[in-house]
């Protein structure tokens, strides 16, 4: 079985074709059948329900990834969590879903539907065991109501021979937060994407994302804000490596519609190169149809500091370890977000493992 | 929130009193509205052009009407090719001295400004009527330092023809896009400037571009060579009569600058706003050598402009300085391309723009460092202020960076004045309108001072701020 979308991660407006960031065609090959995967016993907290299905209308949300993907998990889909938050829950919801030879193609589609004034975090790992070929797509859709506040953290650790998508669609009404946290370090293809709609007022998204490309890796992202009610804030930001092969294309959005006045919207990029041979594009846009904004952009693309790392290694480090130290820094914002300890130093372990190797 | 107040400071429409007075449409000839190789052939006749532009025209024509449109940028619905006039020749011919140039085209210059330019500060100027060029003059002192300053036509039929042959569309061929491969088919007037090794210009030289016949094309090409360790400034300016029906510009400008040499290319551009200012700008630069790009860019209804620098040379620079501003109606796509293609090299784009009374800016952008570019360095920084929320303002740059030794930051911002600032300037003593009126004044000031004096002035009137309370 193959996969053929058309067009993932298109960029909001077009620019130029031979820079190649308009969207991404994605033809790869499925080593497996999309199995029933063993349903998972969750630590439901207080608060917190698990439906069989999607909420009404989660079909009506637009993603980061657009349609192509999307339509693919819901014809695939053979996992998946639906949860509906009635009250406040304090201990995050995780789930861990480990790929190998005998399940090697999971497609996992998620909703979360926030109440009034409700509060619910779920976590999502996905990991792979012994080398093989696997294939994960996850798609989740995400409505916060009135004073809700919802956390979405997916941490992505697959093996080198993986084909990876994290496709996020949310909407938020009055009041409410939602965060969404990508750690994307694993996996030989990467594709991810996060549309946040701020339908009402003083509604508030934060996406941070850490990646992290080695050997061939190739890191495909699109993270879209739109400011619909007034008064609302978007903070979107992406800290990453490249070393080795690897490429990636980053585009991130701030789009501030006409009436979304008094809104303001952040994102920036940092961008750590460590060999001649990546290849690093990135697309911030900021779109804005209403005077009374304020949004802002910051890029910085380049090389580890060498003060820096003389100072490290002057310390007594080997440069994998100092570089690994710069590395972990600058992913400190994105590992604080994770709420599992035993997670934080699985990723940490990865980062080392990885920077050991490099 | 008072950062948010609803009292704005009022920015007037550009005056173009001046530019939109319309002379009566008296050509010697006009071609066929349309697009047809015996349109184009014709265009090669009437200027005598030698068999190898004839072919390469007819070329250019194919190779527009194999390719699409632009699937990006803003909609160009308006423009109609059916119904373009692609070659209008004045009643005149070229003149070095103003009394010959016909009376009313004369008057035209003169109200523009453009004589007493030349008198003043300018070491030569050039100037187009719709499809020809009516006046180049050159002073006797900068000709006598070899440098060459004259028509495309008459360049392309004396001694430089070689040259000229051997640089034509080199740089933007015709294939690059559409509205490249139109002009490659119906190019008409423009300016050829050589400046031969060592001569640094310490005057700048002009070419004005003015379209009078109405829903016409102007298609001028502008080739600039600066020998090694040269230095020159370009001026270049544009102007029409506002008509009911589209006028096109699609002209091309191809630099090439030598080792160590330096050109600046500065640009004023207020076209009438029925015009579609689809124009090509690109320069090749040399080991060590810099392109300084100076823009304003006031009028059209519809631009799209990006010019281009090409770093082929290791140490080669590039600095670009634009504003834009778009009032009702008019939808501005402009910024910059750099292609880093040598080691330390370097790149700075900084821009401003301003959109009003539902007016669309729109800053576009692309740096790539390639694998050969190591060492490079680019900083880009583009600010916006929209002045209501009719207006649009959309930032869409794209870096693409392919050696890990290099460093490149961005920086982008929309939106208000910072309270912050405000409060520091109270703080000194300024009442709380004359620190925003300080503010805004200098919003467009890094970019009027790159300007010669007089064209800093002109840009200064075309801009009137009036404060009078908060602005963005």
Request: hydrophobic share 35%; glycine share 8%; charged share 25%.
């Amino acid at each position: 079985m193959n996969i053929t979308l058309n067009q993932v991660n298109l960029l909001p407006v077009r620019t130029w074709k031979w820079l190649g960031v308009n969207g991404t065609a994605v033809e790869e090959e499925i080593p497996g059948e999309f199995a029933a995967w063993e349903p998972q016993a969750l630590n439901l907290p207080q608060g917190i329900k698990q439906n069989t299905a999607a909420f009404d209308g989660a079909e009506q949300i637009e993603t980061g990834m657009g349609k192509d993907a999307e339509q693919f998990v819901l014809q695939n889909q053979n996992a998946g969590i639906h949860l509906t938050a009635e009250g406040s829950a304090e201990e995050p919801i995780t789930a861990e879903y480990v790929l190998d030879a005998t399940c090697p193609a999971l497609a996992d589609y998620n909703t979360i539907y926030a109440k009034e004034n409700s509060s619910v975090t779920l976590v999502l790992s996905y990991r792979s065991q012994g080398g093989a070929s696997v294939f994960h797509t996850s798609l989740t859709k995400i409505v916060a109501e009135r004073g809700a506040h919802v956390r979405l953290v997916q941490v992505q650790l697959l093996g080198d021979s993986a084909f990876h998508f994290d496709d996020v669609g949310v909407i938020e009404k009055e009041n409410a937060v939602v965060e969404v946290v990508h750690v994307e370090l694993g996996a030989r293809k990467v594709f991810s994407g996060c549309k946040a709609r701020l339908e009402e007022r003083r509604s508030r998204f934060e996406a941070e994302t850490i990646y992290l490309g080695d050997k061939s890796r190739s890191i495909d992202m699109n993270y879209v804000a739109q400011h619909i009610g007034k008064e609302t804030e978007s903070e979107i930001h992406a800290n990453g490596a490249l070393l080795d092969e690897s490429q990636k294309i980053y585009r991130g959005t701030i789009d501030f519609l006409r009436g979304a006045a008094y809104s303001v919207g952040h994102e920036s990029e940092y961008t750590l190169l460590f060999s001649p041979r990546v290849r690093n594009r990135t697309a911030p846009l900021i779109l804005c149809g209403e005077e009374n904004v304020e949004g802002q952009h910051a890029a910085s693309i380049g090389k580890i500091d060498p003060g820096k790392l003389f100072y490290l290694m002057s310390r007594g480090l080997s440069e994998p370890q100092a570089k690994q130290i710069v590395i972990e820094a600058q992913f400190t914002p994105a590992l604080e977000k994770i709420p599992a300890e035993a997670l934080r130093e699985a990723v940490r372990d990865w980062l080392k493992e990885r920077m050991s190797n490099a | 929130m008072k950062a948010f107040e609803e009292e704005k400071t009022r920015v007037d429409d550009i005056d173009r009193t001046i530019y939109d007075v319309k002379d009566k449409v008296d050509a010697a000839f006009t071609v066929d509205s349309g697009l047809t190789p015996e349109i184009v052939n014709q265009i090669s006749v009437e200027k005598k052009d030698p068999e190898w532009m004839r072919l390469f025209r007819q070329k250019s024509l194919r190779t527009y009407n194999e390719m699409p449109l632009p699937g990006w940028g803003p909609s160009l619905d308006g423009l109609d090719m059916d119904h373009i006039v692609t070659y209008v020749r004045p009643k005149t011919g070229m003149s070095s001295k103003w009394e010959q140039v016909p009376k009313d085209i004369k008057n035209t210059f003169e109200r523009l400004g453009i004589p007493q330019a030349e008198r003043l500060s300018l070491a030569g100027v050039g100037a187009q009527y719709d499809s020809e060029v009516v006046y180049h003059n050159v002073r006797a002192e900068v000709e006598a330092q070899g440098v060459v300053y004259t028509d495309m036509e008459s360049a392309l039929h004396g001694p430089y023809a070689e040259m000229i042959r051997k640089h034509f569309m080199k740089l933007v061929p015709p294939s690059d896009h559409k509205f490249a491969a139109l002009h490659g088919a119906v190019w008409s007037g423009g300016s050829f400037v050589y400046v031969p090794e060592g001569v640094k210009l310490t005057i700048p030289l002009q070419s004005y571009f003015r379209l009078n016949a109405p829903g016409a094309g102007q298609f001028e090409h502008t080739l600039i060579i600066v020998e090694k360790n040269a230095y020159l400034h370009f001026i270049e300016g544009c102007s029409a009569p506002r008509y009911n029906v589209a006028n096109l510009h699609a002209g091309c400008v191809e630099l090439f600058v030598g080792e160590n040499a330096r050109l600046r290319y500065s640009t004023i551009e207020n076209w009438s706003k029925n015009m579609y200012n689809l124009n090509t700008k690109r320069a090749l630069v040399e080991k060590g050598g810099a392109i300084e790009w100076v823009s304003g860019s006031f009028g059209s209804n519809t631009s799209c402009l990006y010019p281009m620098s090409v770093l082929k040379g290791e140490g080669a620079r590039t600095e670009f300085t634009g504003i834009t501003f778009a009032g009702k109606g008019q939808t501005l796509d402009n910024g910059s391309k750099v292609i880093h293609a040598a080691p330390n090299t370097s790149s700075r784009i900084s821009t401003k723009s301003i959109s009003k009374d539902g007016g669309t800016c729109i800053y576009r952008s692309s740096v790539v460092i390639t694998p050969e570019a190591a060492h490079s360095k680019s900083s880009v920084s583009c600010e916006s202020l929209m002045l209501d929320s009719e207006s649009r303002s959309d930032t869409i740059p794209v870096m693409d960076i392919q050696n890990d030794e290099s460093d490149v930051g961005h920086e982008a911002k929309i939106g208000r004045i910072s309270d912050t600032a405000i409060f520091y300037l109270m703080t000194r003593g300024l009442s709380e309108d004359d620190a925003r009126s300080i503010i805004v004044s200098g919003f467009a000031e890094p970019i009027a001072k790159e300007l010669p004096m007089e064209y800093a002035v002109e840009m200064n009137n075309l801009i009137k701020l009036e404060m009078s309370g908060s602005i963005g």
